[in-house]
């Protein structure tokens, strides 16, 4: 049994002597306390701020996908010299209130960095949302192009044959441990920028042995600023309105992406994200609930001594409570019970452990220097705070350096050793003070493992319910380097025969820890801890659209190639009229782009869409472009579809969805309607925040009425659609609030023909859920909540009352549509079929519900 995490802190040395002390009253003013229980993550809960993002960003975002980016030149030495294109110098960059580096000045600072000597390189590794580019930034001793290839050889290695690379002497006398540096991702967090590009210049001039040494031992990458879109407007999120730290397991914006790519190619052994604001400076590992898929044992071992390290330079800085109003550095491993978990594999640090790392840490500043204090402090005080965090964070980086740097055969050890388990499909290591000695007060809250199965299967043919959604799951499995096969001929596993042309993941793989990620159903957490910071359940293998077949155990006999990317899916029929299904948001997108080429499109029966022959060059196209598939139309079909244009009071994440389905879309809220608003260019209303019916003025009801008379239809989701729902008084259902923190997987039951959820998947995901009783006359349900209890993965109590749990939303309404009496067509959701742009296999649920207007 380990030490209580009270009792650890309580009895650790001066950081835990001090950690449960009040703010002293000679405090700097609105530096935080230490009064909650645990530290409060910002950006945590529900997305709930109404987006205004511009097309271009969208656009920018989906000209790659989500699939597999270039990546960084895998050839060549170093120094590899870019001479950067400058920006135009912008006076209104947010960092230059805080005397911070703004982006247009990074480009001739990084440009002068070069010419210092011979260890300074810098790529360009993608661009923003917004168009802005990225800088990756190596310092390392020179290396000629035949040392670089060697150094990529044992790179693989170590990655595609650990078990050789552990005997390989080479390696462990002469590869260089790759670390990597993450500033910015959050665009207001910003010192993180300026603190890197001190350690650059520091590097490239230093002449003592430490630091020659360190280079020639090692690699340190350095991502400038993550976010240039969100340090330039001072805002957390992209210009596309995404908050990036979010991000991984989807890879929706362009700036994830890049990261991703550094992360495989790259390959870090070593990551620091650098953040704000928790005062004192917040370093991680984590509280429990740990990730699943990790080989915690060999990670926590490096995170929690690296932390250490962090901690004492920190702390050794020399500020004080009373004289800065700085804290001592807190580690949540150590000091904390819950709060700040590692569950999810949407943050950096937490994703990267599936490309190699064995230790990362999210560092976060300790002095607010950004939203209300930005707005509101003088520019001294920000100064002074902004300069402090830059210490801060100059500190962790050097603290860091300083550990690969006297680590590096074990750190190296524990990467190769990380891989060789899992391709060799050994089980994890539960973690123990004797499984991991040096780390005291773990216990079994910490114990956090899987059994993964020996293989997953994307079946081919009539068993895959759809091949598009197949393929898309495919190419983002090779996006994140999972290694897939797609079979030459048929094959049988675990009781089942596969028929050619289906793919198959080996779990005895050195990825396996992600393929599980991405693949596997997930767990429920709830009894684990009380509350989570952010997700809980994010099963692409559940909410992606295709279907996947795990095998637990078998022998895998497939003749087969190993993929890096899906083999094409589009396909259309020779002869008649066109079948277009509706079910996957590639066609709802295929729809879209059929409509506004003003081809006359049918709705049938069953609610797919019916093509007429002669539009076969455009599906043609389509097909292509897409992937997806027109097989021939067995009917006329009925009533013509009609373009539709929708006015939405969204999230981000909603608008991008929207966005990637091809819906011309126009972001509005209560400010922008009360402005005034043109409703003749609007077929639809989306609501899910930032819209009150009843704070409209009277000009702006009357004309939204006169819409709504006009059978224009509403779409409404969650709480802020419900209560528009309410005050505009037009369906007759009840919304029931569930545990505001909930979310998760859930299986659900479809209503037979329904026009939004006929054929949709029997799973979908939910926050802050809500179900609909009391219906009116007429009030149809289209979706209902599974019976007993619907959660699959992630985490769902009850409230403190004892309601609002998934045995209380069993059975009940999770969808509903009607016609309002004022004649307007209304689909209310109770689910999040849009949330982030994750779960791609219900997305088509609210792009049919907008087409029934």
């Known amino acids: 049994m380990g030490i209580p995490r009270p009792a650890l802190a309580a009895a650790a040395a001066l950081a835990g002597a001090l950690l449960l002390a009040p703010p002293p009253a000679t405090a700097v003013p609105g530096a935080p306390g230490r009064d909650s229980p645990h530290p409060v993550r910002e950006g945590g809960g529900r997305d709930t701020e109404v987006a205004r993002t511009p097309l271009s960003a969208a656009v920018n975002a989906l000209r790659t996908g989500t699939g597999t980016t270039p990546g960084l030149a895998k050839s060549g030495g170093y120094p590899r010299r870019t001479v950067l294109d400058v920006p135009p110098v912008n006076p209104a960059d947010k960092s230059i209130k805080l005397g911070l580096a703004p982006y247009h000045s990074l480009a001739p600072r990084l440009n002068a960095l070069q010419k210092l000597g011979d260890r300074v390189s810098v790529e360009v590794s993608g ?58 991702i959050h665009g207001n967090e910003w010192e993180g920028t300026d603190a890197a590009l001190r350690l650059i210049e520091r590097l490239a001039k230093a002449k003592d042995a430490t630091t020659r040494e360190l280079l020639s031992k090692n690699r340190v990458y350095l991502n400038v600023t993550a976010n240039p879109d969100g340090r330039i407007a001072g805002t957390r999120t992209n210009a596309g309105g995404f908050d990036l730290n979010r991000d991984f397991i989807t890879g929706s914006q362009p700036e994830a992406r890049a990261i991703r790519q550094i992360a495989i190619d790259k390959q870090p052994a070593l990551m620091l994200d650098l ?22 044992d060999l990670f926590l071992k490096n995170a929690y001594a690296n932390a250490l390290g962090m901690e004492k330079a920190v702390n050794g800085l020399g500020y004080t409570p009373a004289k800065d109003g700085v804290e001592p550095a807190v580690i949540p491993f150590r000091d904390q ?67 690969t740097r006297t680590h590096r055969t074990s750190v190296i050890a524990d990467q190769i050793e990380t891989f060789r388990r899992a391709a060799a499909g050994e089980a994890q290591r539960p973690v123990s003070e004797k499984t991991v000695p040096g780390v005291p007060g773990i216990g079994p809250e910490d114990v956090y493992t899987t059994t993964f199965p020996r293989a997953y299967v994307i079946p081919a043919g009539r068993g895959q319910r759809s091949a598009t959604a197949a393929a898309r799951l495919v190419d983002h499995l090779a996006a994140n380097d999972v290694r897939v096969v797609r079979a030459l001929l048929p094959f049988r596993l675990a009781g089942r025969v596969y028929p050619a042309g289906s793919y198959v993941v080996d779990m005895h793989q050195s990825k396996r820890a992600i393929a599980n990620v991405i693949l596997a159903e997930g767990r429920d957490i709830s009894a684990d801890v009380a509350t989570m910071y952010d997700i ?34 589009g396909h259309v029929a020779p002869f008649g009229d066109l079948r277009l299904r509706l079910d996957d948001p590639k066609e709802i997108a295929a729809l879209n782009s059929l409509l506004a080429q003003g081809v006359r499109v049918r ?37 013509l579809l009609k373009r539709t244009r929708v006015a939405a009071a969204v999230t981000a994440g909603e608008l991008f969805a929207l966005r990637e389905m091809g819906f011309e879309v126009r972001p509005v809220s209560t400010a922008a309607l009360n402005a005034g608003y043109d409703w003749s260019t609007t077929d639809a209303l989306y609501v899910s925040s930032g819209l ?21 239809g509403v779409v409404g989701l969650g709480a802020g659609g419900a209560a528009f729902n309410a005050g505009a008084g037009l369906l007759a259902a009840k919304p029931v609030a569930g545990n ?9 039951a479809n209503a037979a023909g329904s026009p939004v959820t006929g054929g949709a998947l029997a799973h979908t995901f939910v926050y802050s859920p809500l179900w609909f009783t009391d219906l009116g006359p007429g009030v149809r349900v289209e979706q209902s909540y599974a019976a007993g209890n619907p959660l699959v993965a992630g985490h769902w109590r009850t409230t403190e009352d004892g309601k609002g749990g998934p045995k209380d939303a069993a059975g009940q309404a999770s969808i509903v549509s009607g016609v309002s009496a004022k004649g307007a067509p209304v689909v209310l959701f109770g689910t999040e079929p849009l949330f982030r742009d994750h779960p791609k296999g219900v997305f088509a649920q609210v792009g049919r519900a907008l087409l029934t207007h």
Do not use: C
């Open 536 to 569: 809980s359940g994010w099963s692409l293998g559940l909410l992606w659209g295709a279907r996947v077949d795990k095998a637990v155990t078998g022998e895998l006999r497939v003749v087969g190639r190993p993929v890096h990317a899906a083999a094409p899916t």
């Open 603 to 639: 709705r049938a029966a069953d609610g797919s869409a019916v093509v007429p022959g002669s539009a076969r060059g455009v599906a043609s196209v389509l097909a292509d472009r897409l992937g997806v598939a027109f097989p021939a139309a067995r009917e006329k079909g009925t009533a």
């Open 275 to 296: 953040h704000g604001y928790v005062n004192g400076t917040l370093i991680e590992p984590t509280t429990p609930p740990h990730g699943e898929n990790y080989e915690y």
């Open 692 to 712: 009150e019916y009843g704070s409209l003025n009277p000009k702006a009801r009357g004309a939204l009425d006169a819409f709504l008379k006009r059978g224009g």
């Open 337 to 403: 019970q819950e709060g700040w978990d590692d569950w999810p594999p949407i943050f950096t640090p937490q994703y990267m452990p599936f490309q190699g790392a064995v230790a990362a840490h999210t560092v976060e500043f300790p002095m607010a220097v950004n939203n209300e204090e930005y707005d509101s402090l003088p520019v001294a005080e920000l100064r002074r705070r902004a300069a402090i965090n830059t210490a801060v964070a100059g500190a962790a980086m050097r603290a860091t350096l300083d550990y």
């Open 740 to 748: 505001g923190d909930a979310n998760g997987v859930v299986r659900v």
């Open 127 to 184: 661009h923003s949302a917004g168009g802005h580019e990225l800088y990756l930034v190596t310092v390392t001793a020179p290396e000629s192009s035949g040392q670089a290839r060697e150094q990529e050889r044992m790179r693989e290695r170590i990655e595609n044959s650990p078990a050789a690379a552990a005997k390989d002497r080479r390696i462990k006398a002469s590869y260089k441990t790759p670390v990597f540096i993450n500033n910015n």
